[in-house]
């Protein structure tokens, strides 16, 4: 199946500072979305993205659907403590079959 | 009310045994889903199942088959048990042809031991 490449595969960070992750594919999606997975819970969807280019917020994050829709990229401002998990990028084609990104493992340190 | 349920939570047997898990939605979605999550939290689809029929089949041994009473429910059922299969299982449900993410269970942590 398609490979989704996510970067960075963790980050270490002091609260308040900002994080960028990116996802990029070799194949083309149709929607791009970002999950949050905590300890012991399953992922749970932060943003979804369904128009090349597009730009969406949703609080402190920010999420891109790349021009080409083989990448997205996304922002976390001003980080804080319950920010700590794992983000994961998935890309949906139209058959109701999802691709997951290895995931980013997120520390935020007080 | 929760939206996407799984059980057990936890699940420890041994090599060779056979075991299910359940799921239920009872948020109205016409697809289910079920992804397993290796020790280094890859997520992988197995399954999917729209309206009770199989869509999506991915390389999976046939020792796990899943079973679709109705579209609310998809379980898991594994023969035979390998070292191998000890992973976290998620269910997940979405909207027929939905553009807006699948809701996720809880994960059922399964040791083969």
């Known amino acids: 199946g398609q490979q989704l490449n996510q970067s960075p595969q963790s980050m270490f960070i002091q609260e308040g500072e900002d994080v960028s992750m990116n996802c990029t594919s070799s194949?083309?999606?149709?929607?791009w979305l970002w999950y949050k997975q905590d300890p012991g819970e399953g992922p749970v969807l932060l943003i979804a993205l369904y128009k090349a280019g597009e730009l969406t917020s949703n609080g402190r994050l920010t999420a891109q659907f790349g021009i080409t829709r083989k990448d997205s990229f996304l922002n976390i401002s001003a980080s804080i403590p319950s920010d700590v998990g794992i983000y994961f990028c998935a890309g949906l084609r139209d058959n109701n079959d999802m691709r997951f990104g290895a995931g980013t493992r997120l520390t935020v340190k007080p | 009310d929760t939206a996407v349920s799984q059980t057990p939570k936890y699940l420890v047997t041994q090599m060779g045994n056979d075991k299910s898990i359940k799921c239920e939605q009872n948020l109205g979605h016409d697809t289910m889903y079920w992804y397993k999550q290796d020790s280094k939290k890859f997520l992988k689809i197995m399954f999917s199942y729209n309206n009770k029929e199989l869509i999506i089949n991915e390389t999976v041994p046939n020792r796990f088959s899943p079973k679709s009473p109705d579209k609310a429910h998809l379980n898991l059922h594994i023969n035979s048990l390998e070292l191998g299969d000890s992973a976290v299982y998620f269910c997940?449900?979405?909207?027929?042809?939905?553009?807006?993410?699948?809701?996720f269970g809880s994960g059922t942590r399964l040791t083969v031991v």
């Open positions: 997940a449900s979405s909207q027929d042809s939905s553009t807006y993410g699948y809701t």
């Open positions: 194949s083309i999606f149709n929607t």
